[in-house]
């Protein structure tokens, strides 16, 4: 085993946006200097690839490209996406690695000097979400107010529909300075998962990173897998085996009450350790999905079927297990950020597994004893692949205002596309050949499964609108009686069609 030194990376951010709701009001401005060294050539992407093929090169003037981001951690312990962090002398926590830090400051300025502009990403506190900060602010000063100071909006997943189905985006297809978003810089996989058809009204790509951090995985324990004699988890994903019975099965080995309280809690070995989203990841990964879309861009419910009722089941076993699972959110009452608990307990070699998303592995740098890497597991052995769930709370997405000018509108796509070209040598390859292949994972097995959970993530569309609000029905999994999926299902399907005819009306009409 080739077993590879973890370090302390850039993710603490992403870690609080999964488990906190943190802090008060106030935007602060990060700002990107065109001054400074030039960047190596070595950042620069290959020569077979021109800039000029992409964005026309344009004098801008020294214009500001606004970018607003939310962040739910406390003030002046927040590192940005778009933007070179310069640390407060105050803060304690993490910091972005200076690799990737290094790789944002150099493609920001090989942007500003092309097309001669400045960038500059502003920071809204956010103390909830959905509904929280972001959007209202998106609302009221932007939308309604009228106000350019940002061309491009970087919201939760969950607001960036709320803001699509309130007509408050620009369809992304029709800026002509993102060339369609056919670039390999742009998420395509992504962009095909929220499309209406010919319309998109956020996308992601190579210029950020929180997206591919906000995917959910699984770490095991290694040490625990050898003690316990159980099967090679590597081995059975490799195969097609690695399936939520065969999770179960292997969960079942593992408990202990280790502070004789005669109950299994966060301070007892036990076999998995999660939270209220591993029921949104398995219900992903068996391949079920909420809502879709059909050959003609429609929006169709999916919610119930056959298959999405085993995988209810199966969940079920899972998560309601009190003496092999344990869940973050039954925590609350003990600490406001429960699911760091978990983490204390995976990290003190006392789970088999622990499930969150990617970014979360920052949390086991110190960890003494050894982890791999896993996708969540599929339903069945007949399931052709794993599929790796995009968390819709913690991931963002990047839009442009309707209310802004035209003029505005290319302004900001031209300097995204210029942005995301930049990227591929500079911020994607230090972010995935460096942080995550290199100094995230221990051993070149996880190297293999990561490249596996990047290449099959997306998300739900249904999720993401909210549509009759079957994010919700989802989480209650841990609680519902087996057997009783169908009538949840049935209790909102009337609501949940309405939500389809509706946003299927309000794409048809917009722009």
């Not at 324990?221 to 050898?226: A, E, G, S």
């Not at 309707?402 to 003029?407: A, D, Q």
Request: net charge negative; aromatic share 10%.
């Amino acid at each position: 085993m080739k077993v590879r030194k973890l370090f302390s990376c850039f993710m603490a951010l992403l870690l609080l946006m999964l488990t906190l709701a943190a802090c008060d009001g106030g935007v602060e401005p990060s700002t990107s200097s065109s001054s400074g060294d030039t960047a190596s050539a070595d950042s620069q992407p290959a020569e077979e690839k021109d800039i000029g093929d992409y964005v026309e090169k344009k004098d801008y003037g020294g214009r500001t490209l606004t970018i607003l981001s939310p962040r739910m951690n406390a003030e002046n312990k927040s590192e940005t996406e778009y933007m070179k962090n310069e640390y407060a002398d105050n803060y304690e926590g993490e910091k972005l690695a200076t690799r990737i830090n290094d790789a944002i400051e150099a493609r920001n300025h090989l942007v500003e000097e092309y097309l001669n502009v400045q960038i500059v990403e502003q920071r809204l506190h956010e103390t909830s979400r959905p509904g929280g900060a972001m959007l209202q602010t998106v609302r009221t000063e932007i939308i309604a107010g009228g106000s350019t100071t940002y061309q491009l909006i970087n919201p939760c997943l969950y607001d960036c529909g709320t803001l699509a189905a309130e007509g408050s985006l620009y369809n992304l297809y029709s800026i002509s300075t993102l060339n369609g978003l056919e670039a390999e810089w742009w998420d395509h996989t992504f962009n095909g998962d929220v499309s209406f058809g010919d319309k998109l009204y956020f996308t992601n790509g190579d210029m950020g990173f929180q997206s591919k951090s906000s995917t959910a995985i699984v770490v095991f324990n290694r040490d625990l897998q050898t003690e316990y004699g159980l099967e090679d988890p590597y081995a059975l994903v490799r195969e097609g085996t690695w399936t939520i019975d065969k999770a179960i099965e292997m969960a079942k080995n593992i408990s202990e009450d280790l502070n004789g309280d005669g109950q299994i809690t966060y301070e007892d070995k036990v076999g998995w350790e999660g939270q209220a989203d591993d029921c949104w990841n398995m219900f992903y990964s068996s391949g079920s999905r909420i809502a879709e879309f059909d050959a003609d861009g429609k929006l169709q419910l999916t919610m119930y079927t056959e298959r999405s009722a085993r995988a209810a089941e199966r969940i079920m076993e899972l998560v309601q297990d009190d003496a092999h699972y344990i869940s973050a959110n039954d925590y609350f009452s003990v600490t406001q950020w429960p699911v760091e608990l978990c983490m204390e307990n995976f990290a003190a070699g006392n789970a088999l597994f622990f499930s969150d998303s990617l970014g979360s592995l920052i949390n086991f740098q110190k960890m003494k004893g050894n982890y791999g890497l896993l996708p969540i597991p599929k339903l069945d052995e007949a399931q052709d692949e794993y599929q790796s769930f995009i968390n819709p709370w913690v991931s963002s997405a990047l839009c442009i205002p309707s209310s802004l000018p035209m003029e505005d509108a290319e302004f900001a796509g031209a300097v995204l596309e210029c942005m995301g070209y930049y990227s591929m040598d500079t911020v994607r390859r230090e972010y995935h050949d460096e942080v995550l292949s290199y100094q995230y994972v221990q051993d070149d097995e996880s190297m293999e499964m990561l490249e596996l959970i990047l290449n099959t993530r997306g998300c739900d569309v249904g999720q993401i609108f909210q549509v009759g609000n079957y994010q919700n029905t989802l989480h209650e999994f841990a609680t519902m009686d087996p057997g009783s999926f169908r009538s949840a299902y049935e209790a909102s399907a009337g609501a949940a069609q309405e939500d389809i005819d509706r946003l299927n009306a309000l794409f048809e009409e917009l722009a």
